[in-house]
């Protein structure tokens, strides 16, 4: 069993920057795929980058290449989503989500543990 907790969200203007970090509990976070998502009001779940493991293997949506960068401390069951030149279209609840095994996946149903989430607002 696995539990996230995410923190780090907030209230930013467009242009600014924010760092969402997700501590894992569980002496084998090194073994988990982990991934973030975000769900906008009266939008589905999305995908927004994944890490393997390692670290060695990153994804993202196009919408956040460039602008985010997705990173982990495996000593510190910690992933982390810095997040720069934030948009308001980037407003969202962002999740924290881990699945066990090497592989990434963009679909949620693919993840086995969920955080409860942390509100990312930008003004514009």
């Known amino acids: 069993q696995v539990q996230l907790v995410e923190s780090g969200g907030g209230l930013v203007q467009a242009g600014d920057s924010l760092r969402l970090s997700c501590a894992a509990s569980g002496r084998t976070f090194s073994r988990y795929t982990m991934a973030w998502f975000r769900q906008a009001p009266g939008k589905e779940r999305e995908f927004v980058a994944a890490?393997?493991?390692?670290?060695?293997?990153?994804d993202y949506i196009d919408s956040v290449k460039g602008r985010f960068t997705i990173s982990r401390e495996n000593a510190k069951n910690t992933v982390y989503l810095q997040m720069n030149s934030l948009k308001p279209e980037d407003t969202a609840v962002y999740y924290c989500?881990?699945?066990?095994?090497?592989?990434?996946?963009?679909?949620?149903?693919?993840?086995?543990?969920w955080g409860q989430g942390t509100q990312v607002t930008v003004s514009s």
């Open positions: 989500a881990a699945r066990s095994g090497t592989a990434i996946f963009r679909q949620d149903g693919k993840y086995d543990y």
């Open positions: 890490i393997s493991w390692s670290g060695g293997i990153t």
